[in-house]
Structures are given as structure tokens and as C-alpha cells.
């Protein structure tokens, strides 16, 4: 059976083309392992992944290359942890744009009105509505966080 490509994969793809095109070839090996971690979640999936499960995707590769960028500038290595910083920063190009403070503390309120939290037993209602308010444009520690705060915990 043939499973069909979702968007993200499809754009990555086109530009990885692109990118083969102009000879680019550090951009072209940087897009096809983000292809291939796709390809690998739609595979291990077995069905066509949808654009929320693509962004999880593209943000755990971006969190890998933060990860390695920062092993590798602790062992002296400058060249691998620049060409990390590199795929960081391209596969951030694919994610939607990261929701400032001011955004994010606006949406847990109106998820703390919603929920009628009131103490820091009730963070789990909140935060289930807040995850899918922001959908994937805040990390889910940074909310978890301010929903702490904000709960009073």
C-alpha cells in the first residue's frame, strides 16, 4: 500500500530539490534526514500523518540538533556543533512562529476562565486546553510553568 506524503513533507521535499538543484549540498542532506524522519513516522505510523503530527515530528528533530550542538561544543567540537546549529535553524523555517509571552499568558487565562480552575489539582484541565489552543507554537514546559504560576503552585 502506498500512503501519501503529508504537506510539510511534501514542502520539505520540494525544497530539498530545490536545494539539489543549486548544488547546495549541505542544505540538500539537511532536508532529505528531515524527509527521512518523516517518512520514518509516517512508515511506524502506518498512515498518513497529518500536519500536528508532522510539527511534533520537525520539533523533536530540532530538539536532537539543539541537544548535539550543545554535547559537541562541550567536547571541543566547533565544526559539528556549528553544522547542528545549521539544521536547528532549517527546520525551524518549517515550524509555525513561536507565540510571545505577552500571547501565551493571554491563552492560559481565557484556558483558566474556561476550566474554572481554581487550584493546582485542577492543572491538568488547563493545560489539555492550552496544548491545543497553541498547537505547537509554545514549548510544553514553558506553559507548564506559567500555568503553575498562574494556579498558584
Do not use: F, H, W
Not at 559537541?72 to 510571545?100: F, N, S, T
Amino acid at each position: 500500500m502506498i500512503r501519501q506524503a503529508g504537506a510539510l513533507e511534501e514542502r520539505i521535499k520540494a525544497d530539498t530539490v530545490v536545494a539539489l538543484k543549486a548544488g547546495d549540498q549541505r542544505r540538500t542532506q539537511a532536508l532529505r534526514l528531515l524527509t527521512a524522519a518523516l517518512k520514518k513516522e509516517r512508515i511506524d505510523a502506518g498512515v498518513a500523518p497529518d500536519e500536528a503530527a508532522e510539527l511534533v515530528v520537525l520539533k523533536r528533530e530540532r530538539k536532537r540538533r539543539v541537544e548535539a550542538a550543545d554535547l559537541y561544543e562541550k567536547a571541543g567540537r566547533a565544526d559539528l556543533a556549528e553544522q547542528e546549529r545549521y539544521e536547528e535553524g532549517l527546520i525551524a523555517v518549517y515550524l509555525p512562529a513561536a507565540l510571545g509571552d505577552d500571547e501565551l499568558a493571554a491563552i492560559v487565562d481565557a484556558a483558566i476562565a474556561e476550566t474554572g480552575a481554581a487550584s493546582p489539582k485542577e492543572m491538568g484541565k488547563v493545560m489539555g486546553v492550552v496544548m491545543k489552543k497553541v498547537a505547537g507554537r509554545a514549548d510544553g514546559g514553558a506553559v507548564n510553568r506559567l500555568v503553575r504560576s498562574r494556579l498558584g503552585a
